[in-house]
């Protein structure tokens, strides 16, 4: 069907109307007029994709990635990186259109931290072992679609692939997924596998290798260094399977922001919930925080977190469970990075009963910002600032960092 695409649609699809139906349309950008066909379609609500670019916009990138559409891994790849900033705004408001007025139009203005290509640090890689391809998942699909040439991966993932692949097909390797991590640097890399024993080293320019156990655990068997060194301000060590701020080139800049906005506040306290292997925390104490806490469910992640920060108190349990304790003392600051599927409705209702003086929020997705900002403002908290950073370059996926203030009650 010939569409006019009249916006944005929250996660990143072309929005247009049709037929009497809302569309939704991959690859097409506001302003196009595309040939859509049909993905699939629901009580008058249809997913599709631009097969044909009628009338394209002055946004459009003439040289995508040659496997755009097919690699789920950058949905914006048709967006020049010029015109990135406004779109991911633009979807971002998309997305709070259900959310609190306040939360849209604070959007509206914020200010968008933009990243270069090249930007992973981290990449979790599939490894297809009846088509002996390791790549990145296909949209809504469990095959895996070559990646060389990519455009967000590094120069050390790239060169590094193909004898990865070749390690796992002479190991004879069933169907799994490799973590790979590297430094800032790009310069050291290691691998976790989530698929059994790991091939017998070395391979390629990889440090090490080794198997992952139940909560990202490294098991016996591997070889090599277990982690890589982040050199910031404070040297963090994350070990393989650690979650981790994947953008290069944005994670200085947000170790400084979040360090910033602690000295500017000066509190006595902060807790940092899901505190990983502690990238927020250093940046509290960076800033001057007296005393911090740091809270995280994952058991090695906590671990490195102590190695990392010693002066740190860590708490290895779910934030839910943390919250359930009595509430902080004066001038406490919560830091709070969920994953994508934002606070749980325990967490989020835990929070707000635990009333910390003020909150950091670092979402990455702007839907579950919207839910979980409407929380904050409805328990008194006052929206203090927000910006969009572009972690996810190449993607819709835009990181909310937002500050809220406790208010009069």
Known sequence: MRLEITGFAGGGRG???????????????????????????????????????????????PAPCPVAGACGGCDLAHVRRAAASAALRDIAIGALRHSPPVLADAVREAPVRASEMAWRLRARLHWDSARKVLGFRTGRSHAAVEISPCRVVSPLLLRTLPELAAAL???????????????????????????????????????????????????????????????????L???????????????????????E?????????????????????????????????????????AAAARRNLPEVTVTAAPAEAFLSSPGPASGTLAIVDPPRTG?????????????????????????RFGRDGARLLAAGYVLESVELWDLFAGSHHVEVLASFGRGAR
């Open 169 to 235: 097909e002479r190991g004879a390797a069933r169907d799994g997924e490799l973590d790979w991590i590297e430094d800032l640097a790009a310069e050291r890399a290691v691998a976790g596998w989530w698929g059994g024993t790991v091939p017998d080293g070395p391979v390629g320019e990889l440090a090490g290798f080794h198997p992952l156990a139940a909560g990202a655990a490294i098991a016996p068997g591997g070889w090599g260094d277990r982690g890589v060194v982040m050199q910031l301000p404070r040297p």
């Open 237 to 259: 060590h994350v070990p393989a399977g650690a979650f981790f701020q994947g953008n290069r080139h944005l994670v200085p800049g947000l170790f400084a922001r979040v360090s």
């Open 343 to 367: 606070l749980s409705r325990v967490a989020g209702e835990g929070l707000v009963r635990w009333r910390p003086e003020r909150v950091v929020l670092l979402a990455c997705d702007a839907a």
């Open 15 to 61: 929005l247009a109307r049709g037929g009497g139906k809302v569309w939704f349309v991959a690859g097409a950008l506001p302003g196009e007029v595309v040939e859509a066909g049909v993905e699939r379609e629901r009580a008058g609500i249809v997913e599709a994709r631009a097969e044909e670019v009628v009338v394209a916009s002055l946004a459009r990138e």
């Open 261 to 301: 906005i602690v000295r500017a506040v000066g509190p006595a306290r902060v807790v940092d919930l899901y505190g990983g292997v502690g990238f927020l925390s250093a940046a509290a104490r960076d800033g001057g925080a007296a005393a911090v806490t740091l809270v995280e469910a994952s058991a090695p992640a």
